[in-house]
DNA sequence: TTTAATTATTAATTTTATCTATTGAACTTT
DNA sequence: AAAGTTCAATAGATAAAATTAATAATTAAA
């Protein structure tokens, strides 16, 4: 028995004529014939009498019914997969990495719920890892986070390319540069946020002045940007920081030669999730609201955090 | 999709390796693997998560239970068909021919319908074409009468073949045989059953004395066997007349010689008619109330009464 | 780091559905 | 009755598919 049997003696019964029961099922007359004929044989029962006015026999009936209703489910099962892919209602639980969130959530979050009422989040700040750990366990839905993640069981959507600026004190000689290097990074005076945030790896990886060990006169770790800038703006030392974290205008604040490194910032979720149109509409409204040049771009330096 | 990749995933979901799965439908892990995501293709939603343990994704746990829930009721088909065709339980209406009737009747009925408590039967008695007739119009089930019936709609189930005898009064040369050649009958003194009953066809056909037309003196045409024996037996002609319709130990009746006219007894129904079981019984109980002999013989020749 | 277990890939094979063309059977119309 | 018409069945060829055996690639466990 196969579904296309079923399909055949349900419009064989509609039309009570093999021609056009075959039109209806685009297929050859010959074809629903025999069709129908095996699965009357596999079920060891007339389905149909084939003397004219052609009709469904009494089990033939029974089987019809069974069969229209088999064939209805089917269909329901392609529309629930269907549904679920499109629908964007619902509740949703966001995880962001707290060197995004101050800066990028104010930028879109508010828009977006206004433009889809029947969408809510409930938003969490948590670190890279927390998220992935959280979106395994189906206890967060979607995370905004910074890639790359190597890890199978999550799927990511890039979104954009943030590039990392140079926040440096009028001290340092980068003060006095354009733009900096970042080969020309050391170690020394580099103030960095504290163990588990995944921008700490990208800073390390960018400022790798591999092997050589330098002690530091002052090793003070934040949880913030902020801090740091605070610390910077006291005079001391130099930071990395991401483009939205810091005003341009600010004169301590200075770019990377090309190519510029940048973090990519994309949305994860479960392999499972099947709310496509719900991560196209976010990932759309995202890009919508950030500086046009954070897309992706050939002079940028995507940088591993790990 | 098809119904077997429907097996495919619920077994999968059942065992949650590829391999075991493959075993439980009896194909090898590669056919599996290929027509599960041939299935996860088609509608577009990953239904297992591949990373161990090997689990469904929330999507696939829906389709999942949509497919269980498809096979669940394509085993019902396949039962209710079987169910529909074993079961015997049920009220049938039976039509016999009359020549059958009082004969046939009172030797398995009773029998049958106390083995059977779950059965039971409205019998009436009609002419052949009356039972065809009804049998094509869903008033009737069942028939007993003499076949062949050579009509499409109708199913013919053979069940024994009864000889017919001649029935002679005492100052015919037929008495004085041991038997009778059917060559020897003429249409002279021959007592026949009135229009409508088969069994006057069957007589005509073994008494044709083509073309020669005969005056009778007397034209007499009864509607029972008993009638017309009993014009025999006060000394006017013959008649041909069922073996089970006479007792064989009278002397006015003559066996044929071989091979010996019979009258082919079967069991009729619609052809859509579905169970099975039943017309299996009921043929058993016939054949077990019946004389040995009344079984097909390659001694005895079937007359067609049409 | 090996080993074992699990899933994916490939190429060949078999099975199946499907098509075209034709035949056969049952009605209609002439 | 003969011819035409409609309808379903049959046969042979073709294309599509599921399936397999063999093997590779992963992943987990020891």
Redesign the pocket.
Same mark, same amino acid.
């Given at each position: 028995m196969?579904l *296309? *049997?079923l399909e055949?003696i349900v419009a064989l019964d509609l039309h009570?004529? $093999?021609? !056009? /029961? /075959?039109e209806h099922c $685009?297929? %050859? *007359?010959? %074809?629903?014939?025999?069709?129908? !004929? +095996?699965l009357e044989d596999e079920l060891e029962v007339k389905i149909f009498d084939? %003397?004219?006015p052609?009709k469904p026999t009494l089990a033939g009936e029974m089987v019809i019914a069974r069969a229209r209703q088999i064939l209805q489910e089917v269909k329901n099962m392609r529309e629930i997969v269907k549904a679920e892919k499109e629908t964007l209602d619902g509740e949703y639980r966001l995880g962001v990495i707290p060197t995004l969130a101050p800066y990028l959530l104010p930028r879109f979050l508010n828009d977006f719920l206004e433009k889809h009422p029947s969408i809510s989040f409930s938003v969490v700040e948590l670190q890279t890892n927390d998220i992935i750990k959280q979106l395994k366990m189906n206890r967060l839905d979607i995370g905004i986070l910074v890639t790359p993640l190597d890890d +199978?069981e999550i799927r990511e959507v890039p979104v954009y390319y943030e590039p990392i600026l140079v926040y440096t004190s009028d001290n340092l000689k980068y003060f006095h540069q354009e733009k900096v290097d970042a080969k020309s990074l050391t170690q020394e005076n580099l103030l960095l946020l504290e163990e588990g945030h995944c921008f700490r790896g990208q800073v390390v990886n960018i400022c790798s002045t591999k092997g050589r060990k330098v002690h530091h006169q002052l090793n003070y770790q934040s949880g913030s940007f902020e801090t740091l800038k605070g610390m910077v703006d006291n005079n001391y030392g130099y930071t990395l920081i991401p483009e939205m974290a810091v005003n341009l205008k600010n004169k301590h604040v200075k770019r990377f030669v090309s190519p510029e490194p940048v973090r990519e910032v994309s949305l994860a979720v479960h392999q499972g999730f099947v709310k496509e149109a719900l991560i196209v509409k976010l990932r759309e409204a995202i890009l919508k609201s950030i500086p046009a040049h954070f897309k992706k771009n050939e002079k940028y330096i995507r940088v591993k955090w790990h």
């Open positions: 196969n *296309q *049997q055949y009570r004529n $093999h021609v !056009k /029961a /075959a $685009h297929v %050859t *007359q010959p %074809t629903l014939s025999m069709m129908v !004929k +095996k084939r %003397t004219q052609l +199978k």
